[in-house]
Structures are given as structure tokens and as C-alpha cells.
């Protein structure tokens, strides 16, 4: 079976890379909770103390960003012709932007915008009510502010992030039971957040 990349969906070819890094990243989460997750399946009911192995999901929390940016500034240089993000900052500092907002009440202003609030939205309906987001997309586009390419573009990464962030906490080596469950289970919620950013940059309006 011969591949379609010489003529696949612009979204695909523009975020090649991106893509690739996100799929990865899927599947890393999934690694890294079955780190945790199995031992505790496998280990006999009376045992009161389960050894997991906490590297893949350390590793993944310390590293997921750093292939993110690198991935889209490859994807820039391979189309240069790409309009450049509105938002420049890397996939940590919006990370870190929106956690301090969350947590500290610290306003982000960067992501102040209609583009960020329009692509937030997209973000949060495309899998649940998808006419919806097109409807906001298409509306938002008839005002000639705002491309569909940059409404996407942006709902992935926002998306990313959403993934980014849902993996900042990492339990630690005296975490009881109950909490690394628990993290597994946040391990594979980041993982939707990843898959669903890799949709949204896939996506093409025509």
C-alpha cells in the first residue's frame, strides 16, 4: 500500500512533523501509565506495597514540551510560506502561562485574544459537537480577521498544552497507592488531549 503523501490535506503536510511528535506522545503516555498501572494489576491483593516504575512518566513530563517545539520549528522551516504563529512563545512557557493563571490567578495576557478565545472553544467542542466549531469557525472567518488555517492551527496548540498541563504533577517515589493510580489515569487524559490536537492539526476546512 502506496502512502498519499504527495497529495494529502494541507493541514497534514504543513504539521507533518508536529503530528508525528504528537501521535508519539500518545503512545508514551499510554507506556508510561502501564508502568505504573501494571505492577499494581499483577501484584497479589494482600500486597500492601507495590513497586512501580515512575521513569517513562518523569521522562515524558521533563521532555514532551522540548519535542513539541522542535517539531513545529521544523514543520516552519520545511514550509516557510506557512504564516508564523500568532502566540510565538514555546510550548513550556504557555504551559507555565496558563498554569499560573489557573492556579495564581496571574492573567495571561498573550492568550488575551479573539484568536485564542475563538480557538479555545473550537478546541473544546470539536469532538463533542463538531458542526458547532466549524459554525464558530466559519463565522468567526466571514469577518476577515481571522483565517481557518490560524483558528486550527492555534486549537491544536491549545490542545497540546491541555496535555502539557495534565501531566505537570508526577508523584514521587512515597506516593501511596490510590495517588499513582491515579496519575495513570492523568497520564492517559493527556494522552486524549494529545490525540485530539493531532486531529485539529490534521484538519482542513475545504
Not at 517513562?56 to 504564516?83: C, G, I, K, N
Amino acid at each position: 500500500m502506496t502512502s498519499d503523501y504527495l497529495a494529502p490535506p494541507a493541514g497534514r503536510r504543513r504539521h507533518a512533523l508536529l503530528l508525528d511528535t504528537l501521535v508519539k506522545l500518545v503512545a508514551d503516555c499510554g507506556t508510561a501509565a502501564s508502568a505504573v498501572s501494571r505492577p499494581i494489576a499483577q501484584a497479589p491483593p494482600e500486597e500492601a506495597a507495590v513497586e512501580v516504575d515512575l521513569g517513562p512518566y518523569v521522562r515524558l513530563r521533563q521532555t514532551a514540551h522540548f519535542a513539541l517545539d522542535l517539531a513545529r520549528q521544523e514543520d516552519a522551516a520545511r514550509w516557510p510560506a506557512s504564516p508564523p504563529p500568532a502566540d510565538r512563545r514555546t510550548f513550556g512557557e504557555r504551559c507555565d502561562a496558563a498554569e499560573a493563571e489557573s492556579v495564581l490567578g496571574l492573567r495571561d495576557k498573550e492568550s488575551d485574544t479573539p484568536l485564542a478565545a475563538v480557538a479555545r472553544r473550537v478546541a473544546d467542542d470539536w469532538l463533542v459537537d463538531r458542526a458547532t466549531a466549524l459554525a464558530l469557525i466559519a463565522e468567526t472567518v466571514i469577518g476577515g480577521e481571522l483565517s481557518g488555517e490560524e483558528i486550527l492551527s492555534e486549537a491544536a496548540v491549545i490542545a497540546a498544552v491541555d496535555g502539557l498541563r495534565m501531566l505537570h504533577r508526577v508523584p514521587t517515589a512515597d506516593s501511596k497507592e490510590a495517588d499513582l493510580a491515579l496519575e495513570a489515569e492523568r497520564c492517559l487524559r493527556a494522552s486524549r488531549h494529545f490525540a485530539l490536537a493531532a486531529v485539529l492539526a490534521s484538519s482542513d476546512l475545504d
